[in-house]
Structure formats: C-alpha cells, structure tokens
C-alpha cells in the first residue's frame, strides 16, 4: 500500500528565509504525488502535483517541488517565505490503481516576522 | 471560478443520530470523493463516487452510506453518530477517470456531543 512520510510536523522560518518542507513516499508504482495547503478553518487548496514527465514541478504562490526516484522524495520549497505561507501543508499520494489520496501527516508552517 | 460547495458547514448532533451531509461538485465534474479530517489529524479517504458507481472505498464505516445521483450531487449518510465521528467532513470532485486533480470543497464540520 501506498504511504507518505512528513518529516517534522512544525517548521518554523524566519520570513524572507528559504522554505523546505520534506515528503518521502512509498510506491511499488510511478506514483502521482501532491502538495496541498489548509488555512486555519479552510479546504485543501492544490499547490501542485507530479504526474509524469519533468521532475521539477511549478506551483502557485512560488512554491516548487522536485521529484526525485532514486530518493523517493518530493520536498517541497519555496526561495523567500512570506508571513502569509503559514499554514498546514500536506503531502499527498496517489496511484496503485487508485485514484484516492493517501495523505501524510501535515506539516506546520510558521512564519516569523 | 465555481467550487465545491458543502452543507452544512458547521452541524452539531447527539450521540445516536443521524446526518446527512451534501456535497455538489463542480460542474461537469462527474468524480467526487468524500475525506474525514478528524483533529490534528490528515484527512483519511472514506469513498468515491465516479458516474454515480461507488468507484472506491477506503476507510468508511458501516454506519456511514453515501450515494451520488443524478445531479452528480453527493450524500453521506451517517448514522448512530459517536463522540469519535467528530471531525472535519471534505468532499472533493474531478473530472474522468484520470490523475486529474481533486478539488477540495471548505467541509462541513460535525460535532457530537
């Protein structure tokens, strides 16, 4: 089965400061791999996604992730953090013949000004 | 942009009753898929509806049902509600029988006292 793994379930940065949140999954298949991010009291909201092609993914608000095989990662980053990044965010996967998303743990982004 | 709308947003119950949350994809959207977030937890996949088949089932108990109709609407049925089924509800929609991507609704949040 399918899994995912957060590393560090709080993350704080200062802001202006470089943003690296980690995700490692578990596949016996090319998996399709997601961030999504949650606002205090809100939905999820699609940062990005990995389905095939290039490993180096682009998402909204500056954020991006690479993904890597051989390390069986897709960290995501973000070059500058900014006070409005706080929030929960959450690694998802996807595949195996099913369509579902198995989600990781979340990681806590604080921002400090 | 239209987005998954959810309702109730916010449902208090005893325990041993019954609710019925709904959840109306976007349009053209023929794919919803339900999620509990229970506190400080990631969300768990419970069901998918693809064409109004159950397409999918994940962690969803017995005294929950759900259907999809003609409308490509979506219900959860639950029933004998237990201090435990306390959480977030999401609902989520795509288009196929693709990767593409879930959009999520803002929830319906149910407690029970």
């Known amino acids: 089965a399918q899994s995912v793994t957060q590393l560090g379930s709080h993350v704080s940065v200062s802001e202006g400061a470089l943003v690296l949140l980690r995700c490692n999954y578990s596949s016996s298949v090319p998996p399709y791999l997601f961030w999504y991010v949650q606002y205090p009291n809100q939905g999820l909201q699609l940062l990005l996604k990995y389905t095939t092609g290039a490993t180096l993914v682009k998402g909204i608000n500056g954020f991006e992730a690479e993904f890597k095989k051989s390390e069986t990662s897709f960290h995501l980053t973000k070059p500058s953090a900014h006070m409005s990044d706080a929030a929960e965010y959450f690694c998802a996967v996807s595949g195996e013949g099913r369509r579902a998303l198995t989600f990781g743990s979340g990681t806590r982004l604080q921002v400090q000004p | 942009a239209a987005g998954v709308i959810q309702s109730p947003r916010h449902l208090i119950k005893e325990k041993r009753e019954t609710a019925t949350l709904k959840c109306y994809p976007i349009?053209?959207?023929?794919?919803v898929y339900w999620y509990q977030q229970g506190p400080g937890q990631d969300p768990q996949f419970l069901i998918s509806f693809y064409e109004k088949m159950q397409s999918d089932k994940g962690s969803i108990p017995d005294r929950f049902s759900a259907q999809q109709f003609s409308d490509y609407h979506s219900e959860l049925n639950m029933s004998s509600l237990e201090l435990g089924d306390s959480a977030l509800y999401f609902c989520?929609?795509?288009?196929?029988?693709?990767?593409?991507?879930?959009?999520f609704g803002p929830g319906t949040r149910l407690l029970v006292l």
């Open positions: 349009p053209r959207h023929d794919t």
């Open positions: 989520a929609s795509s288009t196929g029988q693709g990767w593409e991507t879930q959009y």
